[in-house]
C-alpha cells in the first residue's frame, strides 16, 4: 500500500514507524527540517519537507498513486485542505484527517465531511478518543488498559498479576475448569518485558501482564478473580480543563450522580469557561504542581487523580504529588514514549498514551479484509483485532480443534446474532460472525488474510 502522511509530529512518526515496518510504501511530508530528518534517519521511509497541503508537495510525494493519504499536522485546516487537494486532484481513494477543534465536530455540523462537501473518509479526534478511553479506565479500576468491541458487549482489558492474585500459578485450561460459566478469555501475558500468546498449560505468575478478552456483564467479575476489587472512584481531581478534561468532566456529570469532581485549570480564561459550562464540578484555577491548591481541593481525600494537562512532566508530577498527599491512585496522559518505562518508579499507577490511541484508530482502516476495529498494545508489539468472517474466509467450517491457527494468534470471542460466544475446540465459526483475536505483530498480516475476499490463504 502507498501511504502518504502530512505530519511528521509524534502521532505521524508513530503512524509511519508501524506502517514502515509492514513495508508499505510510506512517504511523510512537513515543515520541519528536523523533523523530516529524524524520520528518515529512523525509518524506511521518504521524506519531503514542505506543506501537506500544496498540490506540489502532495504530487512530489506520489499523491497520483497513493492509496491513502493521512493528515495529522498540528493544524485542523491544513488536514482538511490536504485531503480536499489530495480528492479534487489526484483522487486518492482514502483519505484520513485527524481533527482536534470541537466546533467542528458538532452534531448539526455532521454532514460537513462528506463527498458532497468536505471529502474526508474517517474523522480522528484525538481528544475525544483519549477522553473515551480515560472514561473507561475511570469505570474499571484494576485495568490497566480497557477496549470495546462488538457493540460494547466483549471487552478486553489488561490485567496486572499481583502477588495475592488468586489465578497465578494455576494452569489456564484448569481455570476454564475452575469456572466454566466464566466467558474470558486471557489471549496474551507480558511477563518481564516479552510479550507471548498463552497456552492451556501455562501459567500465570505475579508481575504478569495478562490480555483478556470477556463480556460486558462479566468484565468485573474477571477483575475479582485477578485480585482487582478496587472501587470505582466518586472524589475525582482533573489536573486540566481543556478538551479532554471539560469532555471527562461533563460526561462524569451525566453518567455518574455520585461522583464528585474537582477540576485544577492554570488558565484563568479556560478555568472560567469550564466553570460556566459545567454544572456541579467545583473549578480552581492554578497549577496542579501548587500543594496548596491540591489540598484546597481535598486531594487528600480524593480516590483518583486524573492528570491531563498538555504537558507530560507536569501530569506526572502532579499525579506523583496527589499520591503522596494521600490520594488514593493516579492516572496520567503521558505523550513521549520516553517516560512510559519510568512511571513506576515516578509513583505513576497507570497511565494513557494518546499516540497509540490515535495509531490504533488509523490501523483499522489501514487493515485490509473485514476489520471492524484494531487496538494496538505494547507499542505496536501486539493487535486487538475485531473482524467479520467470511463464506470464503478459512476459519469457517472447521471445528476451532482443527484450524491449526499460527503460533502468533489466539481468538478471544465470537459475536454472533447479539450473543457472546466463548472460543472452544467444538465451536464452529458461521458467515458473518465477528471475531475478536490478540495477534502478536508478526501474525497481523496472517489475520489479514483469515478475513480477505480472496480464498488465497498464507
Known amino acids: 500500500m502507498k501511504v502518504i502522511i502530512c505530519g511528521a509530529g509524534q502521532v505521524g512518526h508513530g503512524i509511519a514507524e508501524r506502517l514502515a515496518a509492514e513495508k508499505n510504501d510510506v512517504s511523510v511530508i512537513d515543515t520541519s527540517p528536523e523533523l523530516i530528518r529524524a524520520v528518515r534517519d529512523s525509518l524506511d521511509v521518504r521524506g519531503f519537507v514542505g506543506h501537506g497541503s500544496h498540490p506540489d508537495m502532495l504530487a512530489a510525494a506520489g499523491a497520483q498513486e497513493a492509496d491513502m493519504l493521512i493528515a495529522v499536522t498540528l493544524h485542523d485546516e491544513v488536514n482538511i485542505v490536504a485531503c480536499e487537494v489530495a480528492h479534487a486532484l489526484f483522487n486518492v481513494p482514502t483519505k484520513i484527517a485527524r ?55 466483549i471487552i478486553m482489558v489488561a490485567i496486572e498479576c499481583l502477588e495475592e492474585c488468586p489465578v497465578i500459578n494455576t494452569p489456564l485450561a484448569q481455570l476454564s475448569e475452575l469456572f466454566p460459566d466464566l466467558p474470558s478469555t486471557v489471549v496474551g501475558v507480558s511477563r518481564n518485558g516479552k510479550l507471548f500468546i498463552p497456552h492451556s498449560v501455562d501459567q500465570l505468575i505475579a508481575g504478569d501482564l495478562a490480555y483478556v478478552v470477556t463480556t460486558r456483564d462479566q468484565v468485573r467479575r474477571t477483575l475479582g478473580l485477578f485480585g482487582h476489587e478496587e472501587p470505582e472512584a466518586t472524589r475525582i481531581v482533573i489536573a486540566g480543563g481543556g478538551n479532554i478534561g471539560l469532555y471527562v468532566a461533563r460526561t462524569l456529570e451525566q453518567r455518574q450522580s455520585r461522583t464528585r469532581v474537582k477540576i485544577i485549570e492554570n488558565n484563568r480564561e479556560r478555568a472560567v469557561a469550564a466553570a460556566d459550562e459545567l454544572r456541579r464540578t467545583v473549578v480552581l484555577q492554578g497549577s496542579a504542581m501548587d500543594q496548596k491548591l491540591l489540598l484546597e481541593a481535598e486531594i487528600q481525600d480524593a480516590d483518583l487523580m486524573v492528570s491531563l494537562t498538555n504537558d507530560d512532566q507536569v501530569n506526572i508530577l502532579a499525579g506523583a504529588m496527589a499520591k503522596r498527599l494521600g490520594c488514593k491512585a493516579n492516572l496520567v496522559l503521558i505523550n513521549d514514549p520516553a517516560f512510559h518505562d519510568l512511571i513506576k518508579t515516578l509513583g505513576i499507577d497507570a497511565y494513557v498514551n494518546p499516540r497509540s490511541v490515535t495509531v490504533s484508530r488509523v490501523l483499522q482502516h489501514v487493515r485490509r479484509g473485514r476489520i471492524r476495529a484494531v487496538h494496538s498494545v505494547q507499542r505496536g508489539a501486539a493487535e486487538i483485532i475485531e473482524a467479520e468472517a467470511l463464506d470464503t ?66
Open 99 to 153: 481533527i482536534r477543534s470541537q466546533s467542528y465536530l458538532q452534531p448539526h455540523y455532521q454532514d460537513l465531511f462528506s463527498r458532497e462537501h468536505i471529502p474526508i473518509d474517517v474523522i480522528i479526534s484525538p481528544e475525544l478518543e483519549v477522553a473515551e478511553m480515560v472514561l473507561r479506565r475511570i469505570a474499571l479500576p484494576g485495568a490497566t488498559d480497557v477496549v470495546r468491541f462488538a457493540e460494547n458487549r
Open 393 to 458: 474466509s478459512p476459519l469457517v467450517g472447521p471445528v476451532m480443534r482443527d484450524l491449526h491457527l499460527p503460533a502468533g494468534m489466539r481468538i478471544g470471542a465470537i459475536y454472533r446474532n447479539g450473543e457472546v460466544i466463548k472460543p472452544s475446540g467444538s465451536l464452529k465459526i458461521q458467515p458473518r460472525d465477528r471475531v475478536v483475536i490478540f495477534a502478536l505483530a508478526d501474525a497481523v498480516k496472517q489475520v489479514e488474510q483469515l478475513f480477505r475476499v480472496s480464498l488465497e490463504f498464507f
